[in-house]
């Protein structure tokens, strides 16, 4: 097919480019979505991708556009726009940040982690940035308190400083590679809070739930835990093999006297050896589960089952939901 063929009439905008339930497929749509170019993008340019994509949903492709075209403004639609409500998303809380965002602060975190005021500041940048990218991924049809945000921001900081300072005190008598994986302890401990509490709505007052056609079914708790949950260990897995793994290459290198002579240059180098595990460990982490989460009828709460198999009977054995990001 030429750059400028003309789009097919089987052609929709709307379904994923690969095949979402292999792992492979989901790592090329999150490697597209997640790329750190498209923060680049002027605004002008990502509005007029999503009124191309709408125009393309309601049936009407602009004469001479190319399938190309199409799926590069798709692209930075779902890099920039809200997959609930197509809103546009804060540039810091968008996916296509976490490589330069993440970079610079997992990078301070891993070379500042020796005194306590330095763990206490760049955890906190952490946590505020966490908040922001939770806040703006969250499931948009159930909203949040600005008192919510405010509590969940606060809790997760305080677990995240809880366990940096607490584990910086026990690992001065530790062997000095101990030392540095605290940062990543804190980050994980944080996770498992900051994610629950920036989305409490959901598992207050559940999810909505579809059939395979969209179909809406009601609401349910049971999704929400399972989406945040795989949520959770998304973001872990995201953080982990940078927290993990460098702190021992930088372990080693500082021992060659040639480093020891540019100590300036370590927080640099950190840095840009995490945006080296990032670029490929964000699509890949929110490759481990599908976007488009599924629950076994069985799994749901009785009331929810018993309402769905009185109007479907079993014709629908799973429901979907999506978990956010």
Same mark, same amino acid.
């Given at each position: 097919?030429?750059?400028?063929?003309?789009?097919?009439?089987?052609?929709?905008?709307?379904?994923?480019?690969?095949?979402?339930?292999?792992?492979?497929?989901?790592?090329?749509?999150?490697?597209?979505?997640?790329?750190?170019?498209?923060?680049?993008?002027p605004?002008?340019?990502?509005?007029?991708?999503?009124?191309?994509?709408?125009s393309?949903?309601?049936?009407?492709?602009?004469?001479?556009?190319?399938?190309?075209?199409?799926?590069?403004?798709?692209?930075?639609?779902?890099?920039?726009?809200?997959?609930?409500?197509?809103? #546009?998303?804060?540039?810091?809380?968008?996916?296509?940040?976490?490589?330069?965002?993440?970079?610079?602060?997992?990078?301070?975190? !891993?070379?500042?982690?020796?005194?306590?005021?330095?763990?206490?500041?760049?955890?906190?940048?952490?946590?505020?940035?966490?908040?922001?990218?939770?806040?703006?991924n969250?499931?948009?049809?159930?909203?949040?308190?600005?008192?919510?945000?405010?509590?969940?921001?606060?809790?997760?900081?305080?677990?995240?400083?809880?366990?940096?300072?607490?584990?910086?005190?026990?690992?001065?008598?530790?062997?000095?590679?101990?030392?540095?994986?605290v940062?990543?302890?804190?980050?994980?401990?944080?996770?498992?809070?900051?994610?629950?509490?920036m989305?409490?709505?959901?598992?207050?007052?559940?999810?909505?739930?579809?059939?395979?056609?969209?179909?809406?079914?009601?609401?349910?708790?049971?999704?929400?835990?399972?989406?945040?949950?795989?949520?959770?260990?998304?973001?872990?897995?995201?953080?982990?093999?940078?927290?993990?793994?460098?702190?021992?290459?930088?372990?080693? !290198?500082?021992?060659?006297?040639?480093?020891?002579?540019?100590?300036? !240059?370590?927080?640099?180098l950190?840095?840009?050896?995490?945006?080296?595990?990032?670029?490929?460990?964000?699509?890949?982490?929110?490759?481990?589960?599908?976007?488009?989460?599924?629950?076994?009828?069985?799994? !749901?709460?009785?009331?929810?089952?018993?309402?769905?198999?009185? #109007?479907?009977?079993?014709?629908?054995?799973?429901?979907?939901?999506? #978990?956010?990001?």
């Amino acid at each position: 097919q030429t750059k400028m063929a003309t789009v097919s009439l089987s052609f929709n905008i709307d379904s994923p480019r690969w095949d979402q339930s292999t792992f492979v497929g989901r790592l090329k749509h999150f490697l597209n979505i997640t790329d750190p170019r498209t923060v680049l993008v002027p605004e002008e340019e990502l509005d007029q991708a999503k009124a191309l994509v709408e125009s393309c949903r309601a049936g009407l492709v602009p004469p001479g556009s190319s399938q190309e075209q199409l799926l590069y403004a798709k692209k930075l639609y779902d890099s920039a726009f809200h997959p609930d409500s197509g809103e #546009k998303m804060n540039f810091i809380g968008r996916m296509s940040f976490q490589v330069p965002g993440g970079m610079a602060i997992t990078g301070c975190m !891993l070379q500042f982690y020796r005194t306590v005021p330095a763990v206490v500041f760049w955890q906190w940048v952490n946590q505020s940035f966490n908040a922001f990218v939770n806040y703006t991924n969250r499931n948009a049809a159930s909203p949040i308190s600005l008192r919510q945000i405010g509590v969940a921001y606060v809790t997760a900081t305080s677990a995240a400083l809880a366990t940096a300072v607490g584990l910086n005190f026990y690992t001065k008598r530790a062997p000095p590679l101990l030392a540095r994986w605290v940062p990543f302890a804190a980050v994980a401990a944080a996770n498992c809070v900051n994610i629950p509490m920036m989305r409490q709505q959901e598992i207050i007052n559940g999810i909505t739930v579809t059939d395979e056609n969209n179909n809406e079914l009601g609401r349910s708790r049971r999704a929400a835990v399972k989406g945040i949950a795989q949520v959770v260990l998304s973001r872990i897995t995201m953080a982990a093999p940078g927290m993990i793994i460098l702190p021992v290459i930088m372990e080693r !290198l500082e021992k060659f006297t040639f480093m020891q002579r540019i100590r300036v !240059l370590h927080a640099p180098l950190q840095v840009l050896l995490c945006g080296g595990f990032l670029l490929f460990m964000v699509p890949a982490a929110c490759a481990l589960f599908p976007q488009r989460c599924s629950l076994a009828l069985a799994d !749901l709460e009785v009331e929810l089952r018993d309402s769905i198999m009185a #109007k479907h009977g079993d014709k629908v054995p799973y429901v979907y939901f999506n #978990k956010g990001l």
